[in-house]
Nanobody, 115 residues
């Protein structure tokens, strides 16, 4: 079992920055591939960024060059640094932990980009 708790969301102006965190507990964090997803009402949840257990990363085209995913295995924490935010980045952001053993989601944190 893995418990995931996201934090760091909020209201920010276009062009601003936020850093999301996802604190994991209950299992061996560094054994999991981790990802950030986002969802707006009425739409499918989409992948934002992914980082493997070995540290390889990939990003949705819409956030490349603006967002950076990272993980600190000593703190069991996943991060998403979001820069140059746009109104279309507004969504609930979810953390996911996945490997052959299990698939776990956090409850999400709201990010709103608006002037």
């Amino acid at each position: 079992q893995v418990q995931l708790v996201e934090s760091g969301g909020g209201l920010v102006q276009p062009g601003g920055s936020l850093r999301l965190s996802c604190a994991a507990s209950g299992s061996i964090f560094n054994m999991y591939n981790m990802g950030w997803y986002r969802q707006v009402p009425g739409k499918v949840r989409e992948l934002v960024a992914h980082i493997s257990s070995s540290g390889s990363t990939n990003y949705a085209d819409s956030v490349k060059g603006r967002f950076t995913i990272s993980r600190d295995n000593t703190k069991n924490t996943l991060y998403l640094q979001m820069n140059s935010l746009k109104p279309e980045d507004t969504a609930v952001y979810y953390c996911r932990a996945q490997n052959t053993i299990g698939n776990y989601w956090g409850r999400g944190t709201q990010v709103t980009v608006s002037s």
